[in-house]
């Protein structure tokens, strides 16, 4: 079956822009979670989805949001970017989320904000 | 908030010899799972432990989860290679809080 696919792979914006990444689930999986991942700092969790609902939240600010779709498929939106903001997020699908099941990882969007 | 420390951040071995990385949580853990993430690719699902104390093995991987259900050890016997790249444990209380990684490098 296809993995989890990310769109775009690579993205360049500027400060101040805003930018939409895109996630589409293995098929079945109900719950998507988003990461960003730095190298000083590793994974740090941003939010997780589940059947359309944000279940849980990590510690990032308000610039952060997402949302999930009725097929699952999850967007993650980061406004006013911030040199800070570059990184690798990765999105994650799982049956049920929450860390009960292994989770898939797609290949990553790579964010360079300059 | 919830943390799960994983040392060392880095590992240098000579090929053959074994590597052992630790993670500690501040809280019980409901379950734990490690991943690899190799060079320029994403995190790979390796194994779930569940139980107390549980110890799992693939081939020359062996995983254990403590009796306190709060730390975790994966050790590679006679690394090869091919198990260069970063692994990272992951903690699940409500969600998945991963560890900065162990970054394993093997000197042929």
């Known amino acids: 079956k296809a993995g989890v696919t990310q769109t775009p792979r690579y993205l360049i914006k500027t400060r101040g822009q805003q930018v939409t990444l895109s996630c589409s689930p293995i098929?079945?999986?109900?719950?998507v979670s988003w990461y960003q991942q730095t190298p000083g700092q590793g994974l740090q969790f941003l939010f997780e989805?589940?059947?359309?609902?944000?279940?849980n939240k990590g510690n990032f600010p308000g610039r952060f949001s997402g949302r999930q779709f009725s097929n699952s498929r999850s967007e993650m939106n980061v406004s006013t970017l911030e040199l800070g903001d570059s990184a690798l997020y990765l999105c994650?699908?799982?049956?049920?989320?929450?860390?009960?099941?292994?989770?898939?990882f797609g290949q990553g969007t790579r964010l360079t904000v300059v | 908030g919830q943390q799960v420390m994983q040392i060392p951040q880095y590992q240098h071995v000579q090929e053959g010899e074994d590597f052992t990385t630790y993670c500690n949580s501040s809280?019980?853990?409901?379950?734990i799972q490690w991943y690899k993430q190799r060079p320029g690719g994403h995190p790979v699902f390796l194994i779930q432990?569940?139980?107390?104390?549980e110890v799992k093995k693939q081939k020359r991987l062996t995983f254990q989860f403590g009796e306190a259900k709060k730390n975790s050890s994966l050790h590679i016997t006679a690394t090869q290679t091919t198990d260069v790249g970063t692994y990272f444990c992951?903690?699940?209380?409500?969600?998945?809080?991963f560890g900065k990684g162990t970054k394993l490098s093997v000197k042929p």
């Open positions: 994650a699908s799982s049956l049920d989320g929450q860390g009960h099941t292994e989770a898939f």
């Open positions: 989805y589940f059947s359309e609902t944000q279940r």
């Open positions: 809280t019980t853990l409901s379950n």
């Open positions: 432990l569940v139980k107390s104390g």
């Open positions: 992951a903690g699940s209380q409500g969600n998945l809080i």
């Open positions: 098929s079945g999986h109900r719950s």
